[in-house]
């Protein structure tokens, strides 16, 4: 499923985004451009029917996190693809606006 995630993320993610490749785990960390809002993200990534964890709770003072975490471990290759896809709608739909 990692590799699966991995793959996806390279191919649909803009190149500003950042992957970190996990040695182990069950997250993938991606790290995107100062300009967009995570959590705006997050926003168009539910209505597609598709989550992630937004970075800015692993942090306690509060500061602006520009990541997000995608969990792999709990879905089938088959299901890692359908919610990358889906999470590459949603970024087209947010960039648009």
Same mark, same amino acid.
């Given at each position: 499923? *990692?590799?699966?995630? @991995?793959?996806?993320?390279?191919?649909?993610?803009?190149?500003?985004?950042?992957?970190?490749?996990?040695?182990?785990?069950?997250?993938?960390?991606?790290? @995107?451009?100062?300009?967009?809002?995570?959590?705006?993200?997050?926003?168009? +990534?539910?209505?597609?029917?598709? +989550?992630? @964890?937004?970075?800015?709770?692993?942090?306690?003072?509060?500061?602006?996190?520009?990541?997000?975490?995608?969990?792999?471990?709990?879905?089938?290759?088959?299901?890692?693809?359908?919610?990358?896809? *889906?999470?590459? *709608? +949603?970024?087209?739909?947010?960039?648009?606006?």
């Amino acid at each position: 499923q *990692r590799k699966t995630m @991995v793959k996806c993320a390279e191919e649909i993610f803009p190149k500003e985004f950042k992957i970190t490749l996990p040695e182990g785990g069950m997250f993938l960390w991606v790290d @995107v451009p100062e300009s967009i809002d995570v959590m705006d993200f997050f926003d168009y +990534a539910i209505k597609e029917k598709v +989550a992630f @964890v937004p970075g800015n709770p692993f942090f306690v003072e509060g500061e602006k996190v520009t990541g997000f975490r995608l969990n792999f471990s709990n879905s089938t290759s088959e299901e890692v693809v359908e919610g990358m896809n *889906r999470l590459k *709608r +949603a970024m087209e739909k947010m960039l648009k606006k």
